[in-house]
């Protein structure tokens, strides 16, 4: 398996929770290394475009005020296999779901506050780098 790159955030919960260590703890734990990152506090319309998949679902303005409440660590990393094994060290998307260790067992509230979002796949990793990181900004790809 060739060495992948994908997007990661620390969401608003875990940075006011002083948990942005422990999730970097976990993900490097993991086998992934945060080879990008930085802090942003997103707008309104920022955070509609970056969750603009979900326009249509029922959770769409509770998930941006969510993501706008506080400030966020952008990242991206790369590892074998990065976008599953992420997924992995992440957890199921709804914390009461999550296997035991995960982030987001450990950490996330509930299936809105889950502390961390990754990619879902190879075309989604590429569209959420690019619209944190200016290439200029990544290390070449190997
Ligand atoms: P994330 O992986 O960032 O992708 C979409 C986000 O919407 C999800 O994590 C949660 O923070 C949020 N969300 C809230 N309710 C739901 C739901 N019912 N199903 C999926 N995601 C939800």
Redesign the pocket.
């Known amino acids: 398996m060739a060495i992948e790159r994908t997007f990661s955030?620390i969401?608003p919960d875990a940075v006011s929770a002083t948990k942005i260590g422990a999730v970097i703890s976990k993900l490097e734990t993991g086998g992934l290394r945060v080879i990008a990152s930085r802090m942003v506090h997103l707008t309104g319309d920022q955070a509609r475009r970056f969750?603009a998949v979900?326009k249509d679902?029922?959770?769409y303005g509770?998930?941006v005020k969510?993501?706008t409440e506080g400030p966020i660590v952008v990242q991206v990393l790369e590892g074998e296999n990065a976008i599953a094994r992420n997924r992995e060290v992440?957890g199921a998307?709804?914390p009461a779901e999550a296997a035991d260790g995960t982030i987001r067992k450990e950490l996330g509230t509930n299936?809105?506050?889950?502390a961390?979002?990754?990619s879902?796949g190879p075309d989604t990793a590429r569209q959420e780098i690019a619209f944190f990181f200016p290439e200029c900004d990544l290390p070449p790809a190997e």
Do not use: C, Q, S, W
């Open positions: 955030i969401k969750y979900h679902r029922p959770f509770a998930l969510f993501m992440m998307t709804n299936i809105e506050r889950n961390v979002h990754g879902d």
